[in-house]
T-cell receptor, first 107, second 111 residues
């Protein structure tokens, strides 16, 4: 089956710093989503991005489907950005989640 | 903004007991899913449901699990005889076409 790997596994930042999270997948996919899992465990949709670039406030994402990777950029990080970031790819009907990047932002 | 809701938020049960987890998907969505996340691990697919039948299920979704859409709004996951290893966060999701939207989850603890 499709393998989804994320890097780095852990990231510690000071408030205001920028970061780039990476998602690699092992096969062609129809769809890719980025999620933020907050400290309460909720999965928040960030982007639906099968290809190209999207921006939403301080966050942006780029997927290069032909090279099988996606990047999530967080600029001017805030403490509320803390949590785990997952990418997930669609295989047939289901989402296959990556291993996640745990982000901690300190004031 | 429409959202997926789940009840209960927490469920504690004894091993061997049956549990039913409930979800109300977004009203005009046609595709429904259950996922689970064991503490500290990644989210895993359990089952997808479309047109009143299972469209795909994972190896985890064995005979102890079942899903149902008993009416036009609810979508349920039943675990017939819970095991200790069923302790996890269970997420319901729904989609209209592309993006899957997740509910807040039910944390199931099996003692």
């Amino acid at each position: 089956g499709i393998q989804v790997e994320q890097s780095p596994p852990d990231l510690i930042l000071q408030e205001g710093a920028n970061s780039t999270l990476r998602c690699n997948f092992s096969d062609s996919v129809n769809n890719l989503q980025w999620f933020h899992q907050n400290p309460w465990g909720q999965l928040i949709n960030l982007f639906y991005i099968p290809s190209g670039t999207k921006q939403n406030g301080r966050l942006s994402a780029t997927t290069v489907a032909t090279e099988r990777y996606s990047l999530l950029y967080i600029s001017s990080s805030q403490t509320t950005d803390s949590g785990v970031y997952f990418c997930a790819v669609v295989n047939t009907d289901k989402l296959i989640f990556g291993t996640g990047t745990r982000l901690q932002v300190f004031p | 903004e429409p959202e997926v809701t789940q009840t209960p938020s927490h469920q504690v049960t004894q091993m061997g007991q049956e549990v039913i987890l409930r979800c109300v998907p977004i009203s005009n969505h046609l595709y429904f899913y259950w996922y689970r996340q064991i503490l500290g691990q990644k989210v895993e697919f359990l089952v997808s449901f479309y047109n009143n039948e299972i469209s795909e299920k994972s190896e985890i979704f064995d005979d102890q699990f079942s899903v149902e859409r008993p009416d036009g709004s609810n979508f349920t996951l039943k675990i017939r005889s819970t095991k200790l290893e069923d302790s996890a966060m269970y997420f319901c999701a729904s989609s209209g076409k592309d993006t899957q939207y997740f509910g807040p989850g039910t944390r199931l603890t099996v003692l």
